[in-house]
């Protein structure tokens, strides 16, 4: 596996754990404002590795 594979992998990995939380932060009391926080620190990473060149990004091609 390369170490973009890599990259790719841990990237969906993460992705799936921050909507498990904002599954679990949506059944308590206030957990909106921490859903909303979840998917700004997603974004913040996604854009991140978007921009790796060979990590599946735009600026990869």
Do not use: H
């Amino acid at each position: 596996m390369g170490m973009f594979d890599k990259v790719n992998e841990m990237k969906e990995k993460a992705e799936g754990l921050a909507d498990q939380a904002k599954d679990m932060a949506g059944k308590v009391p206030g957990g909106e404002g921490i859903a909303g926080k979840i998917d700004e620190a997603t974004e913040k990473a996604s854009g991140l590795t978007d921009k790796i060149p060979g990590a599946g990004g735009d600026a990869a091609e």
